[in-house]
């Protein structure tokens, strides 16, 4: 299994990124992806996920509203867009596998994911 994460940057208040995780080495349908991110001094948190198999998407408090999780399978792709970005979303932004393709909406925590990409930078500020 691997996973690249890529898309993120320096962005200002307000602005968008769309993040990209390229999933290669297992059948789309037994996994789902998810985002997570970890700012400076602070826990890993949940972001948003995604299954394949029906397409379900689950997105956080923080974050719903402003961002979308979406699939793509002609190039095996989750992507992130986000949109109306604060300065408290400045974090390392990192994407992850699940084994069993868990319901995004119960299982949207880092210790049901087992295969992890490396992160990309995401900086929102003026």
């Known amino acids: 299994v691997q996973l690249q994460a890529s898309g993120g940057g320096l962005v200002q208040p307000g602005g968008s990124l769309r993040l990209s995780c390229a999933a290669s080495?297992?059948?789309?349908?037994?996994?789902?992806i998810g985002w997570f991110r970890q700012a400076p001094g602070k826990e890993r948190r949940s972001v948003a996920c995604f299954r394949w198999r029906g397409g379900e998407t689950y997105l956080t408090d923080a974050v719903k509203g402003r961002f979308a999780i979406s699939g793509d399978r002609s190039n095996s792709t989750v992507y992130l867009q986000m949109n109306s970005l604060k300065p408290e979303d400045t974090a390392v932004y990192y994407c992850?596998?699940?084994?069993?393709?868990?319901?995004?909406?119960?299982?949207?925590?880092?210790?049901?994911?087992?295969?992890w990409g490396q992160g990309t930078q995401v900086t929102v500020s003026s």
């Open positions: 992850a596998a699940s084994r069993g393709s868990p319901n995004p909406t119960s299982s949207c925590y880092s210790r049901y994911y087992d295969y």
């Open positions: 080495g297992f059948t789309l349908n037994d996994y789902a």
